[in-house]
C-alpha cells in the first residue's frame, strides 16, 4: 500500500462518519407545527445522503491508492514539533484569553506560532509580541470600538 | 442612456471624500495583502466584516471592492519576484515573470502585469458596467425554481468542474452546505444541529469559517511542511518603461485576455483559475516567439495577468446582478450585504443604486489608484516581502483571534475556530478544495429557500423544476458539467 493511504482511509472514514453524524440528528429536528411544503429535514437529509455516499466513493478511492493525499509533488514528513507548538499556542489561547485579557494571551499565541516556523529568538518574540498585541488592542477595542472582552492589562489601557 | 445616467450617479457617489479614502483603503490594504503570500482577499474581508457595524453599506463595499481589485494586482508583484504565488490566480503569472525576473528584465514583467492589469480591470468594468444591467432584466424573469437550478449549476460548477477532483469537491460543498445549515431554520423555527449549544442557535459565523480555512488551517498546513523557505527576492535591474518591442508585444495580449477572462468571470462558473490558464495557452499559440515560452515571454505574462483581473470584474456580475458568488471572495461579500439586511438579486440594482453604482464607479477609480500605487511604488512592496515567516504567521494568527473574540467574546467561537482551522488543515493536506466550503455555506440556505418557495408555488410538485424550460436548461448544463469528463472518457475508450 502507498504512504500516505492510511491517513487518506482515514478521511474518508471521517467523512462518511459526519454524514451519519448529519443524518442522526436530523432525525432529531422535531417536526414541525408550523405549514411547510418542504419542511426542515429535506435539505438536511440530501446533505446527509450526499456526504456518505461521496465518502464511500472517496474510501474506494483511497483503499484502491487511486487519491493522491499530496497536492504538490512528494510528500514531506510532518514537522509534529512544530504541529506541538502551534497547538500549544492555540490552546492557550482559548483556554486562557478570557482570564488574563487578550493582550496577554495574544502575546503567547504569536510567541508559539513563532517558535512553530523555526525562530529560535524567543525573548525578541515576545517582546514583538506584546508591542503588536497591544497596538492590536488600542487599534480595534479604542478606535474601531469592537469589545475585545476585558483583561489584567486591559483595565489599565 | 439609463446606463450612463446611473453610472453618472455612482460617480457622484464614489467621489465624496469619505468614500474615496475607502477606496484607497482599499486598494492598499488589497495589494499589501496580494504581495504576502498566505494572506488572501477572502480572509481579509472576513477579517473586516465586523465594520459593517459601524460604516455604511456603500463605503464598506467601496472598501470591499478596493482589497479584490488591490489584490489581484499585488499578487502578480509577488509571483514575478518571488515565484511563489500570493494567490492561486497569480501561478501562470509566475512561469514567465519570473524567468522574465531572472533575466533581469523584472521591471519590464512588473510593468506589463500592472499595465495590463489596468488595461483588463476597467475593460471588465466596462463589462460589468454594461451586462449587469442586462442580466437583471433577463433575471427578472426568473422564479423560484429557475433560480434554485441556477444554484445548482453553480454548486456543480465551482466545486465539480475546477480542482482536481470531483468528488473532493462535492465533499467541500456538501460540508459547506450542512455548516450553513447549522442553527435555527428561519421558516419554521425549528434548531437544526445545534448539539444543545445556545451559541450555536444563530449559526455558525462566515468570518469563523473563513479565518478556520484560511488564516488556522493554512497557518497549520505551512508550519507541518515547512513550507514557508522563502526564495530569494529577485532585484528589480531594469528600467519600469517597457520598450517599443515590449509594448507591441503586449497590448494584444492586454485585450485578448481581456476577453477570455471577463466572460467566463461572469459565468456561472467563475474563478480566476481557468481564464489565466487559457490565456497563456492562447498566447503561446499565437506568440511569433513561442521558443522564448518557458524562459520569459513577455506574452505569457501580459495575457493572464489581464484575464485573471478582468474575470475578477466578471466574478461581480452573477454577484451583484443574481446574488450568486462564485468565488469565496464574492460569498463573503454577499454575506455582508445580508447582514445589512439587504437582499442580494435582480432587484438590487433597482433598490441599492447609490450602492451598486457607486461601487461600479469606485473600481474605475481604484484602478487609477492601483496603476499609480503598484508601477512606481513597486519597490515599496516588496520591502513587506522581507517580513520573516515567523513574525508573519504570529500576526496572522493574532489577527484571526480578533476577527472571532471580537465578534462575541466567547471561547465557544475560538474552539470552533481552531477545530475548522484543524479540518482546513486536513483539507490542504488531502487536497479538498476549501472555496466551495465557504460558497455552500452562503449559498446553501439561500438554495433551501429557493427550493421551498417552488415547491409551495407549485404545490409539491417536484417535476416543476423539469418542465420548466429554462429551469431544465440549466440543470441540463449542470449535468453536463459533472457528466462530460467521464462521457468523453468512455467515448475514447470505446473509440480505441
Keep these: 500500500m502507498r504512504e500516505g493511504s492510511a491517513g487518506a482511509i482515514a478521511v474518508a472514514v471521517g467523512v462518511v462518519t459526519v454524514g451519519i453524524v448529519v443524518g442522526w440528528q436530523t432525525t432529531l429536528i422535531p417536526m414541525t407545527p408550523a405549514y411547510a411544503k418542504v419542511g426542515p429535514k429535506v435539505f438536511p437529509t440530501m446533505v446527509s445522503a450526499s456526504l456518505i455516499l461521496l465518502g464511500l466513493t472517496l474510501l474506494w478511492q483511497a483503499w484502491a491508492g487511486r487519491w493522491r493525499a499530496e497536492a504538490e509533488g512528494e510528500a514531506s514528513p510532518t514537522d509534529w514539533r512544530a504541529l506541538g507548538w502551534l497547538g500549544f499556542g492555540l490552546v492557550f489561547n482559548v483556554a486562557l484569553i478570557g482570564l488574563l485579557g487578550f493582550i496577554l494571551a495574544s502575546t503567547v499565541l504569536f510567541a508559539s506560532v513563532a517558535r512553530a516556523f523555526g525562530s529560535r529568538k524567543t525573548a525578541r518574540d515576545l517582546a514583538i509580541a506584546f508591542v503588536f498585541a497591544m497596538v492590536c488592542y488600542l487599534g480595534f477595542a479604542r478606535v474601531l470600538g469592537i469589545n475585545m472582552g476585558a483583561g489584567l492589562l486591559e483595565s489599565f489601557l | ?496
Design chain 2, 1 to 496: 442612456m439609463d446606463t450612463l445616467a446611473q453610472l453618472a450617479n455612482g460617480f457622484g457617489v464614489a467621489l465624496t471624500p469619505m468614500n474615496l479614502v475607502w477606496s484607497f483603503t482599499g486598494v492598499v490594504l488589497g495589494t499589501a495583502i496580494g504581495v504576502l503570500p498566505g494572506l488572501g482577499p477572502a480572509l481579509t474581508i472576513a477579517l473586516l466584516l465586523p465594520i459593517t457595524y459601524k460604516v455604511d453599506a456603500t463605503g464598506v463595499f467601496i472598501l470591499f471592492a478596493g482589497i479584490y481589485y488591490g489584490a489581484m494586482y499585488g499578487g502578480s508583484t509577488t509571483s514575478i519576484l518571488l515565484n511563489t504565488p500570493g494567490e492561486s490566480a497569480s501561478i501562470i503569472t509566475s512561469l514567465e515573470g519570473n524567468k522574465m525576473a531572472r533575466r533581469g528584465r523584472g521591471g519590464a514583467a512588473l510593468a506589463t502585469a500592472a499595465i495590463g492589469s489596468f488595461v483588463a480591470g476597467t475593460v471588465g468594468t466596462l463589462g460589468l458596467t454594461f451586462v449587469a444591467p442586462i442580466v437583471v432584466d433577463f433575471a427578472l424573469k426568473f422564479g423560484p425554481a429557475e433560480y434554485f437550478s441556477l444554484m445548482i449549476l453553480a454548486f456543480v460548477t465551482v466545486s465539480a468542474v475546477l480542482g482536481n477532483s470531483a468528488i473532493r469537491g462535492l465533499t467541500s460543498l456538501f460540508f459547506g452546505i450542512w455548516l450553513g445549515l447549522i442553527g435555527i431554520d428561519l421558516q419554521t423555527g425549528q434548531a437544526r444541529f445545534t448539539f444543545g449549544i445556545l451559541e450555536l442557535l444563530d449559526g455558525v459565523n462566515v468570518i469563523v469559517v473563513a479565518v478556520g480555512l484560511f488564516a488556522v488551517g493554512e497557518t497549520l498546513y505551512l508550519a507541518a511542511r515547512h513550507r514557508y523557505g522563502r526564495d530569494e527576492i529577485l532585484p528589480v535591474k531594469d528600467s519600469l518603461w517597457m520598450t517599443r518591442e515590449d509594448w507591441a508585444r503586449s497590448w494584444k495580449a492586454w485585450f485578448r485576455g481581456a476577453a477570455i477572462g471577463f466572460p467566463i468571470g461572469a459565468m456561472p462558473a467563475g474563478g480566476a483559475e481557468v481564464p489565466t490558464f487559457l490565456s497563456y495557452y492562447v498566447e503561446k499559440k499565437l506568440s511569433k516567439k513561442p521558443e522564448e515560452f518557458g524562459h520569459g515571454a513577455i506574452e505569457g505574462v501580459a495575457g493572464p495577468e489581464a484575464a485573471n483581473n478582468a474575470s475578477a470584474a466578471g466574478v461581480l456580475v452573477p454577484m451583484l446582478t443574481l446574488g450568486l458568488p462564485t468565488s469565496a471572495t464574492a460569498a463573503i461579500m454577499l454575506s455582508a450585504l445580508q447582514s445589512y439586511g439587504i437582499n442580494p438579486g435582480p432587484q438590487l440594482l433597482m433598490t441599492q443604486a447609490n450602492l451598486v453604482w457607486g461601487l461600479i464607479a469606485s473600481l474605475y477609480i481604484g484602478n487609477v489608484m492601483l496603476l499609480v500605487l503598484n508601477l512606481p511604488l513597486v519597490g515599496l512592496w516588496v520591502k513587506i516581502l522581507a517580513i520573516p515567516a515567523p513574525l508573519l504567521y504570529g500576526g496572522i494568527l493574532v489577527f484571526a483571534t480578533i476577527g472571532t473574540y471580537g465578534i462575541s467574546q466567547s471561547p465557544i467561537d475560538l474552539i470552533l475556530l481552531y477545530a475548522i482551522g484543524g479540518i482546513g488543515f486536513l483539507m490542504r493536506k488531502y487536497d479538498f478544495p476549501t472555496a466551495p466550503v465557504i460558497i455552500g455555506m452562503i449559498l446553501g440556505p439561500l438554495a433551501e429557500q429557493e427550493f421551498r418557495r417552488a415547491m409551495t408555488i407549485a404545490q409539491g410538485d417536484v417535476t416543476v423544476l423539469v418542465t420548466r424550460p429554462l429551469s431544465l436548461t440549466l440543470l441540463v448544463l449542470a449535468a453536463l458539467a459533472v457528466l462530460s469528463p467521464y462521457i468523453y472518457r468512455w467515448w475514447t475508450r470505446a473509440r480505441s
